[in-house]
């Protein structure tokens, strides 16, 4: 059975920096692209970044982007995100998520991914 667990989260000042971990089991990832998606109280679920099954392509949110680095380790079965100059408004709870389709939507709300984590919370607040 496909499973992704996200850790890493937690509570941080604005300015700080978190790395969120996406790891695997029961499966490979070697073949899946990787989405990060988020989701904060009242808002509907947005996607963050997402790195294709080999690492190659990396796509980013504009609200992220040069903030947070998406990166995978693929002998260890996981992939990161890798968030720095937190601010309030990154606080959600964040999920990874897997999908074998190749032209898969990295900004919508996940539809193309097939496979999610339970989430890991980020609170960014002094």
């Known amino acids: 059975q496909l499973q992704l667990v996200e850790s890493g989260g937690g509570l941080v000042q604005p300015g700080g920096s978190l790395r969120l971990s996406c790891a695997a089991s029961g499966f490979t990832l070697d073949y899946y692209a990787i989405g990060w998606f988020r989701q904060a109280p009242g808002k509907e679920r947005e996607g963050v970044s997402c790195?294709?099954?080999?690492?190659?392509?990396?796509a980013y949110a504009d609200s992220i982007r040069g903030r947070f680095t998406i990166s995978r380790d693929n002998a260890k079965n996981t992939v990161y995100l890798q968030m720095n100059s937190l601010k309030p408004e990154d606080t959600a709870i964040y999920y990874c998520?897997?999908?074998?389709?190749?032209?898969?939507?990295?900004?919508?709300?996940?539809?193309?991914?097939?496979?999610w984590g339970q989430g890991t919370q980020v609170t960014v607040s002094s």
């Open positions: 790195i294709s099954s080999s690492g190659g392509v990396t």
């Open positions: 998520a897997a999908t074998l389709k190749s032209g898969y939507a990295c900004y919508d709300d996940g539809s193309d991914f097939n496979s």
